[in-house]
């Protein structure tokens, strides 16, 4: 396992690729998230337990790919209260462009399948909504563990840590194109469409787990990383805006571009400032 640390990007994509493999086949063979359950959880599983064996082989310890017990709940009160404050703020103005133009809307609380064609499932049972939220907890520790814990703890032993970033970010958004390509092979897509959606998905995902790779850098936690994509991720599940006029979270997308926009930017700053204190305090 030395040679994965002189070797690192062979190591990330070999297992990038197992990984991505277990995604394939739960998304168009299982379809875990187009069941009741709603969430795709079995290769999230399977990651996490990938992640252990590779923790293991590569002799690290937890701690050092985030998962340290001195900043837990530290973090996890960083991570909640930014994606709260952004998101409080996105439905806020949703709600009032709704109102401005005459809609009337309102607030549910239920539990759906995200989608970026329309949430899928609408879910009010207790049971359901501890599903989803149970589910989007193995998401992040799957997600955050691997992109930004592993991947970033690795390619760092080798490079720098924009390369390191950039890699790891990079793999993030293609790790998201499954469902444009689903969409392709069930004829609910044409093939122009899912072209348009993938490059957005794979954008708008690397840009957030740049985020969340400054976010890992300026706490020193995953913890932060994993609270904050948790908020993203759940409250999209679970807290949507209907009006009279039309289908519920017609807005989805534009609430989602505000509180990501205004979270990256938040975290940007933090970063900045955090490397030219660091900067400050190596000078002298």
Not at 228 to 243: D, E, G, P, R
């Amino acid at each position: 396992m030395q040679n994965a640390k002189q070797r690192p990007i062979q190591f990330i994509l070999l297992f990038y690729l197992i990984c991505f493999i277990f995604r394939v086949i739960e998304y168009l063979f299982i379809r875990t998230d187009q069941s009741f359950i709603g969430e795709a959880f079995i290769h999230k599983l399977v990651g996490i337990g990938l992640l252990a064996l590779a923790v293991w082989l590569l002799k690290y310890k937890w701690q050092d790919i985030g998962f340290g017990t001195d900043k837990v709940w530290q973090g996890i009160g960083i991570g909640l209260l930014l994606g709260g404050v952004v998101y409080a703020i996105a439905y806020g103005v949703e709600m009032i462009m709704h109102t401005s133009a005459g809609n009337a809307p309102s607030l549910g609380f239920y539990a759906t399948s995200y989608a970026v064609q329309g949430n899928r499932v609408m879910q009010d049972g207790l049971l359901l909504i501890v599903i989803c939220i149970v589910g989007n907890i193995i998401n992040v520790v799957m997600e955050e563990g691997i992109f930004r814990g592993l991947f970033m703890k690795l390619a760092g032993e080798k490079y720098s840590f924009a390369i390191a970033c950039a890699f790891s970010s990079l793999l993030f958004g293609l790790w998201h194109i499954m469902q444009p390509v689903r969409n392709v092979l069930d004829a609910e897509q044409s093939v122009p469409g899912a072209i348009m959606m993938a490059l957005m998905l794979v954008v708008t995902s690397a840009l957030g787990g740049i985020q969340y790779v400054m976010l890992y850098k300026v706490t020193g936690t995953l913890w932060a990383s994993m609270s904050a994509h948790f908020v993203n991720n759940a409250i999209i599940n679970l807290l949507h805006v209907s009006t009279a006029a039309g289908p519920p979270d017609e807005m989805q997308t534009v609430r989602i571009t505000i509180a990501q926009t205004i979270s990256f930017i938040t975290v940007l700053v933090l970063f900045l400032v955090h490397r030219a204190k660091h900067k400050r305090q190596a000078a002298s």
